[in-house]
């Protein structure tokens, strides 16, 4: 499966658990996100967002409804 | 008299420098403990204030919210809500990297509305800009109205005056209390919170409504219900960010000045997925190194030392009761316990070093997802790895996995990985099932098997915690979400205060159950009944006349027959039927329960038995192994019955080093107990098996 890299606009949460989570570390909405790169075989993906690094699993970057603002190539 | 002292509470997010300044303010004066219901180490220390008042000072784990999503961030927003809680502070010390402010300020804004006394600490202003930091004192100064302390725990900055100001922190502590909450409670929500006088204030009610019951499941009931408790988290958590983010702006914070281009580079390189995952190997086997084969040199000096204490004291003190708990009862307990040290403080250098250096959030990040479907966690493989060279180490090592079911299941799995006691024990049985024979002129036979059971103990790790985490109950979400810090040159201070605290608890705590079990195994195995062992000599004696025995041969037989004879011999015989099936006699039964001391035990138990005399040589056990016989004149070790042992010894916890730490670790002996009887029937399914099938 491939996942775009490049930069998104946060516009929301799709699961209320993950965004109590997401929000205290200051992932929520407005925000930019940078997909750069994902671990082995469908591992997490490591992302930045206000210059920082976080790890977030696939799952977790899912429940974010995302607009995509730059296009990076992809993610394998 | 007791004197009165005040509890001071150290708070800050995860990576905020707060656990430097702990060390810093307490040095060598820490106690360990735990908080009440959850494995989550409490860490105080007691210091003295200029006016000669004692602080205790309550080093909370990191937290990034008093929302909480994990144990540890629940274990501080039970202790600043709950008035009753024994780690309720008086006041707060916050600690935040300057760098990472707009991150960190949340959970500020929170405290600040629960009206603690609070004193900010903004940390690592080594690195920052001293305009930066002169806005941000000045800022923080003025909204939140209380002292903001510029520090650096690596150059040292500050860190006296923080000292003498925390005695104002509790004098002054009416001053604080003048400030307008920062986060305004919804009109709807503050009319339904009824005044109550058991609370600070509308905000500390507000979370109490969250978290009530979580604390006190019987008397409060849940206010809000789940969906609408979030919503309400979420609002409240959006408002003070925006709040945050106006403060942002009025000091035109630059994000980009973090030290992040560095941190890009070098992520750029370990974080990528190949590439990071062979630099992680390479660093591991590294660590194994150091664990199996350099701590083997401190290790034996331990060993050696002890044993010529022993001597020494054995001479000094003669042949009586007391001599003989101290000699053969205490001193090999004690040096059970300290043979141990080397190990522990090796790996958790190394541990810690990569912790403070920002490299293990790293290895979360590459592993989480593999080790995820086994119901492990990222960081599990740190102790699955170290387990390879000792599971004591390697247990204690999970203390860094948040997760509490990951936790557990991790050190559940841990003793199934062949640890270096087992070799001892291979090297001497493995012969009666592969000859040793090259294979393509590199490979030996029985170096192949070696690697056979590695293996199969890891396959039965992984095996076992994909079973086990659903025995496992936690209302903890499994979430990776993780900040990954920058990196930095870790301090050795911080380092070493690691490793001393780790060698400290386990000597003071998993130390004391070894040495309870290695004095009852002594007294199992010395003692008999009343006139048993003169009998037996006697017996040996006229037997050795008659055979022509010289009296090294006599004196190894009498040990050999007293053995036999003592308590661990007649439990031995009295535990035959059940390992019989297993193809194992009497004289394996003994070496089974005095091998619980440590696997490798088994030699010198097995050399004892055979009157080889005090004998650790596995080689030459194996060469008197391979003579002994059955009632039918076949060979005793044969193919079936050694597989059957090997088995045995690869998964029974046959170490009560494991059995107590696991006991300490997971603070219950429920668990240790559970391991030990799930791998008892795991290895005796396995031998039957093997010896009915071969």
């Known amino acids: 499966m491939y996942y775009p890299k490049g930069k998104f606009l946060i516009l929301g949460f799709k699961d209320p658990f993950l965004a109590a989570r997401l929000i205290a570390l200051g992932i929520y909405p407005g925000k930019e996100l940078e997909i750069k790169r994902k671990a082995l075989l469908g591992g997490a993906f490591y992302v930045e967002v206000d210059c920082c690094h976080f790890a977030l699993r696939e799952d977790e970057l899912f429940g974010l409804e995302l607009k995509q603002l730059t296009d990076g190539g992809a993610v394998v | ?694």
Not at chain 2, 301 to 330: N, P
Not at chain 2, 396 to 417: G, K
């Open chain 2, 1 to 694: 008299m007791v004197e009165q002292s005040y509890k001071i509470g150290l708070v800050g997010n995860p990576n905020s420098g707060k656990t430097s300044i702990f060390n810093h303010l307490t040095g060598l004066n820490q106690k360990v403990g735990n908080y009440p219901g959850v494995t989550v180490d409490s860490k105080s220390g007691k210091i003295r204030a200029k006016d000669g008042s004692l602080i205790e000072l309550i080093d909370f784990p990191g937290a990034y919210s008093l929302h909480s999503n994990t144990y540890d961030e629940f274990v501080l927003t039970r202790a600043l809500i709950d008035l009753k809680d024994p780690h309720h502070p008086d006041a707060i010390i916050y600690v935040a990297d300057i760098l990472l402010l707009d991150k960190q300020l949340l959970l500020l804004t929170q405290i600040v509305d629960l009206e603690f006394p609070v004193i900010v600490c903004l940390s690592n202003c080594d690195l920052a800009e001293p305009e930066l930091i002169e806005k941000w004192t000045l800022l923080l100064e003025q909204k939140l109205k209380c002292p903001i302390i510029p520090v650096s725990s690596k150059s040292y900055l500050n860190l006296d005056t923080l000292k003498e100001r925390i005695q104002s922190i509790i004098r002054f502590s009416h001053i604080f209390l003048s400030r307008k909450n920062l986060y305004t409670i919804p009109e709807h929500e503050l009319e339904k919170l009824e005044s109550n006088a058991l609370f600070k204030n509308a905000y500390n009610y507000l979370l109490w409504k969250h978290y009530g019951q979580k604390i006190q499941s019987s008397r409060i009931n849940n206010y809000f219900g789940k969906e609408h408790s979030l919503k309400l988290q979420i609002e409240e958590t959006l408002e003070r960010y925006d709040l945050i983010d106006e403060w942002v702006s009025l000091i035109q914070f630059n994000k980009n000045t973090r030290s992040k281009e560095n941190t890009n580079k070098i992520d750029a390189v370990l974080t990528q997925p190949l590439v990071g995952v062979t630099i992680f190997t390479v660093i591991m086997f590294f660590i194994f190194q150091a664990i199996f084969s350099w701590a083997s040199y401190p290790m034996d000096w331990i060993e050696s030392g002890f044993a010529t204490l022993q001597g020494s004291l054995g001479d000094l003190l003669g042949d009586g009761l007391f001599s003989q708990l101290i000699v053969k009862g205490l001193i090999p307990g004690l040096s059970g316990v300290m043979v141990f040290i080397p190990q522990i403080a090796i790996l958790f250098f190394l541990i810690s070093w990569m912790e403070e250096l920002g490299y293990m959030a790293r290895v979360v990040y590459l592993f989480d997802h593999l080790l995820k479907k086994v119901g492990l966690n990222g960081r599990s493989v740190v102790g699955l790895i170290s387990g390879g060279a000792c599971a004591i180490p390697a247990i204690m090592s999970t203390r860094s996995i948040n997760n509490q079911r990951d936790r557990l299941v991790t050190m559940f799995v841990i003793p199934l990985i062949p640890c270096s006691a087992r070799i001892p024990v291979y090297t001497a049985l493995i012969g009666f099932v592969v000859p040793y024979k090259e294979i393509m002129g590199i490979f030996n036979s029985q170096g192949v098997a070696f690697m056979a059971l590695y293996s199969l103990g890891i396959v039965m790790a992984l095996l076992t915690a994909m079973v086990i985490r659903y025995f496992v109950k936690t209302d903890e979400l499994s979430v990776l979400a993780m900040q990954l810090p920058d990196y930095r040159l870790p301090q050795m201070r911080q380092v070493l205060m690691v490793v001393y605290e780790k060698v400290k608890s386990f000597v003071f705590e998993a130390g004391k159950i070894i040495l309870l079990i290695s004095i009852i195994l002594w007294f199992m195995s010395s003692f008999s009944w009343k006139g048993e062992f003169d009998k037996v000599e006697q017996e040996v004696r006229m037997e050795s006349k008659m055979m022509g025995r010289d009296s090294l041969e006599t004196l190894s037989e009498i040990e050999a027959r007293k053995l036999e004879h003592s308590f661990a011999g007649q439990a031995g015989r009295f535990i035959e039927p059940i390992v019989e099936p297993l193809g194992f006699d009497w004289k394996i039964s003994i070496a089974l329960l005095t091998s619980f001391a440590a696997r490798e035990v088994f030699v010198g138990t097995m050399s004892t038995i055979y009157s080889l005399g005090s004998n650790d040589d596995e080689i030459l056990l194996r060469d008197r192994m391979a003579l002994e016989k059955r009632s039918d004149g076949s060979l005793f070790f044969d193919k079936k019955t050694s597989i059957s042992l090997i088995l045995f010894y690869a998964f029974a916890m046959q170490c009560m080093s494991t059995f107590a730490v696991m006991w300490k670790e997971t603070r219950t002996k429920r668990w240790p107990i559970v391991q030990f009887i799930y791998m008892g029937l795991l290895a005796y399914f396995a031998s039957w098996l093997a010896y009915h099938w071969f």
